[in-house]
């Protein structure tokens, strides 16, 4: 999906709040004796992690939590997600605000930010809520706005409808140049819009939208927060500033398809294999003895390495227990050169007709788009009596490589447990960073 020339045609921007009270409001807000929003002279070390309301945000709360602690990054709330990240036990960083209407107030209520980004648009009565706060205000690019701020120095942020996308480009003036997105769905996700209660969106009329073959439902405003949000992204691209988007929903399909492009998931693999980097470590074969430990007990003759990369964790597993192992990817130039066990092309979210006693999946399924996740557990188990699984919790380092995000279902431990519940887990551990299944067909 691109964005279209009439867009505006299509989906309309149609403001909540008239042109007269906004640009009263920006014009009482700028008399305060706040400190306007500038430019960073200075790049930013980590990573800005906005977050939003969409339901899949759920999911990332703990990964959100373990990074801000881990002093990766710093947090940004917007409307609702402020409630939904107190809650959770996560003080943002930032609070951003656009809207303009009274009713916003009740997002100040909910919870507590270090610092405050308000826009000159907002009500009056949320300044005088926020007295004591640590507040910036910043104007968004409004028509008018130029003739209220006049020769003072300012930042105009724009960059789209909604406070999603101006929270990229606020955080970006204030120099950080690694953004990752968290709840920026954009579409309804079994009737539901938000992670949380909001009021304000009941009855809201949606329509449906399809990309890549898949359909979303969505409001009219988040379908044109999903389409800007490819001007967004690449005029801060132009600029070298890298945006991620996690989870699932219309915005993060299109995301997906911009990083990739045309490329096809096997091709996306094949370029990362080129790399000599993305070889430097093997998960496969850093598990191979703690799979061989679970497997003790059982009658096996031959194992089969799901998702294989470079064969050097199926190595390890012969040289263990002299097994037959059998290699399964989807990338043909994944294998080290001195791997030579028998090896098979196959796409894991297809029927394989590869057999064996043992399954082997280390580091796999977090690169699994989520709404294929089931499948691919259900492939491996159809080719194997009893399989290990090892995942990865957190987001890739590596993806940088070719531009585009490989770890598609970073969720916590719990949320696997639920994908394995219809199969018998005799053996289940986890770390913050890795999840271990050992599973058997009943």
Known sequence: MILPSNLDDMIPASCNTGDAEILANMRLASDLPLSWLRMSEDTCSGTAMIVGGGPSVRAF????????????????????????????????????????????????????????????QCHPDCFIALAGSDVTLWHPNYKGVQDIVGDRECVLIGGGTTVGLQSMSLMFAKGYRSIDLYGFDSSYIDRVGHAYSQPMNVGERTNDYVVNGKTFTAASWMARQAM??????????????????????????????????????????????????????????????????????????????FGCGTGRGGKAIHALTGWDVCLVDFAPNCLDEDVSFPFVTADLS?????????????????????????RVIENVMSCVGMAFFQISLVPDSMGALIGAPLHLSVFPASWWAQKFAGYGIPHFSHTDTEARFFVVNH
């Open 61 to 120: 709360l703990p990964t959100i939590k373990a990074r801000q602690q881990a002093g990766e990054g710093v947090v940004v709330a917007m409307n609702g997600s402020l409630g939904m990240l107190t809650q959770a036990g996560i003080t943002p960083d930032f609070f951003v605000m656009l809207d303009a209407r009274k009713d916003n107030l009740d997002f100040l209520a909910r919870g507590k930010a270090d610092h405050y980004l308000i826009a000159s």
């Open 350 to 374: 297809q029927p394989m007709t590869v057999q064996g006693d043992v399954g082997y999946c280390t580091d796999v399924l977090e690169h699994i788009p989520p709404e294929q996740v089931a």
């Open 228 to 305: 800007e949000f490819q001007t967004t992204v690449s005029q801060l691209a132009e600029a070298d500033c890298v945006v991620s988007v996690h989870g699932f929903g219309l915005l993060p399909e299109i995301a997906r398809n911009m990083a990739l492009g045309a490329m096809t998931e096997a091709q996306k693999y094949a370029a990362m294999w080129d790399h000599p980097a993305y070889r430097g470590h093997s998960p496969g074969e850093d598990a191979a003895a703690h799979f061989v430990s679970l497997c003790a007990g059982h009658s096996i003759s031959r194992a089969i390495d």
